[in-house]
């Protein structure tokens, strides 16, 4: 059983960057595809950058270039970093992960199997 936790979360102001952690465990020797998501209060969950094991990634087109997506060796750290934050880029982050053997092939992959609690990103302007 996959388990993902996040970490990395909390208040900045508009300007500044944050790093988000993603700690998978129980995944295989295998392609996973991992992701992170996010969701603002009264907005739906949407797709912010995906990443596959092989080190191929997808990002929403309206954060390309202010955020980045990277995993560790061990494919087990899955990482987002994002700089320049908006008051717009607050929301709650998720961590994703899809079944072994899958590779997600856009942002608008829909596959994820294993989602992790979340963290809160608040930026204030």
């Known amino acids: 059983q996959v388990q993902l936790v996040e970490s990395g979360g909390g208040s900045v102001q508009a300007g500044g960057s944050l790093r988000l952690s993603c700690a998978a465990s129980g995944v295989t020797n295998s392609n996973y595809c991992m992701a992170w998501f996010r969701q603002a209060p009264g907005k739906e969950r949407e797709g912010v950058a995906f990443i596959n094991t092989d080190g191929s990634t997808y990002y929403a087109d309206s954060l390309k270039g202010r955020f980045t997506i990277s995993q560790d060796n061990t494919k087990t750290m899955v990482y987002l970093r994002m700089n320049n934050l908006k008051p717009e880029d607050t929301a709650m982050y998720s961590c994703?992960?899809?079944?072994?053997?899958?590779?997600?092939?856009?942002?608008?992959?829909?596959?994820?199997?294993?989602w992790g609690q979340g963290t809160q990103v608040t930026v204030s302007s």
């Open positions: 994703a992960a899809s079944s072994p053997r899958t590779y997600c092939t856009s942002i608008r992959w829909a596959g994820f199997q294993y």
